[in-house]
């Protein structure tokens, strides 16, 4: 879904958590000293691609207005983008998925932040064209937001293929292991200053310790694909990243 579109329009949500005060460096291509991490999701189990190369076929295609081509010889794509096509309202009561398989002890693992709390009912209205930014404002404002943090583990004899993105795992072959919890803090989300300083930030999958290398050839191609994509939209906006030395606590006043 396209930053400036309805939030009633179809689509797939990403939310993107940055994480302050892990011991660097990280295998980000820009600032790899930075004591920061990135974790990317979606709010989708599976990709409607498997590889970067197909994924770099499909954006040709799509831009050469050929992309029934694509659909019509890759059923799975075609189920995939199907299956994403629905309103969505992203509240702290989705089920968040990490985009793509991480390294953990020499294993393919995938991280998943179940809510510990279910959100009920939006708290916007459904009028409202930033309905899921609004409803998280409000939710945020009343109480914290919290989710388990678990680990997605293939079964004894089972594998979780780092190149077949459009493969939704049975729920019998993987086990979820709780690692910790996430919490999301009360505050005012419109604080002055807050969505400003937010906008100016950057994400990357991989802005993670080498020990939890993504993995995966759609990874590899992300790996100078966003931050290159930050660049460009830093230069365009007249924004300079801010440093990642250190994180801004919601309490700080805005400037």
């Known amino acids: 879904m396209a930053p400036d579109a309805n939030d009633a329009e179809n689509g797939i949500v990403g939310v993107g958590i940055k994480f302050f005060g892990i011991t660097p460096?990280?295998?980000?291509?820009?600032?790899?000293?930075?004591?920061?991490?990135?974790?990317?999701l979606q709010n989708h189990n599976v990709f409607f691609v498997d590889t970067g190369r197909d994924m770099?076929?499909?954006?040709?295609?799509?831009?050469?207005?050929?992309?029934?081509?694509?659909?019509?010889?890759h059923p799975e794509t075609r189920q995939s983008l199907a299956d994403m096509a629905k309103w969505e309202t992203e509240r702290p009561d989705r089920h968040l998925l990490e985009r793509s398989p991480l390294c953990i002890r020499a294993g393919a693992?995938?991280?998943?932040?179940?809510?510990?709390?279910q959100g009920g009912k939006s708290l916007a209205p459904d009028t409202d064209p930033n309905q899921l930014d609004s409803d998280l404002a409000l939710r945020l404002a009343?109480?914290?937001?919290?989710?388990?943090?678990?680990?997605?583990?293939?079964?004894?004899?089972?594998?979780l293929p780092v190149d077949l993105a459009t493969f939704r795992r049975k729920e019998a072959d993987v086990s979820l292991v709780t690692i910790g919890a996430?919490?999301?803090?009360q505050h005012d989300v419109g604080r002055e200053g807050r969505c400003?300083?937010?906008?100016?930030?950057?994400?990357?999958?991989?802005?993670?310790?080498?020990?939890?290398?993504?993995?995966?050839?759609?990874?590899?191609?992300?790996?100078?694909?966003?931050?290159?994509?930050?660049?460009?939209?830093?230069?365009?906006?007249?924004?300079?990243?801010?440093?990642?030395?250190?994180?801004?606590?919601?309490?700080?006043?805005g400037p």
């Open 56 to 73: 770099c076929v499909f954006t040709d295609l799509a831009l050469e207005g050929r992309i029934e081509d694509w659909r019509r010889d």
């Open 109 to 117: 693992r995938r991280e998943i932040l179940p809510p510990i709390h």
């Open 25 to 40: 460096p990280t295998l980000a291509e820009i600032d790899l000293s930075a004591p920061a991490a990135d974790l990317i």
């Open 196 to 253: 400003a300083y937010w906008e100016t930030l950057a994400f990357s999958p991989w802005r993670v310790p080498p020990a939890n290398q993504p993995l995966g050839s759609i990874a590899q191609s992300r790996r100078r694909a966003y931050p290159a994509s930050a660049a460009l939209r830093h230069y365009v906006n007249g924004t300079p990243q801010p440093p990642l030395s250190s994180w801004r606590s919601h309490a700080e006043p």
């Open 142 to 159: 009343e109480s914290l937001a919290a989710f388990a943090h678990e680990m997605q583990i293939p079964a004894a004899r089972s594998s």
């Open 182 to 185: 996430l919490e999301l803090g």
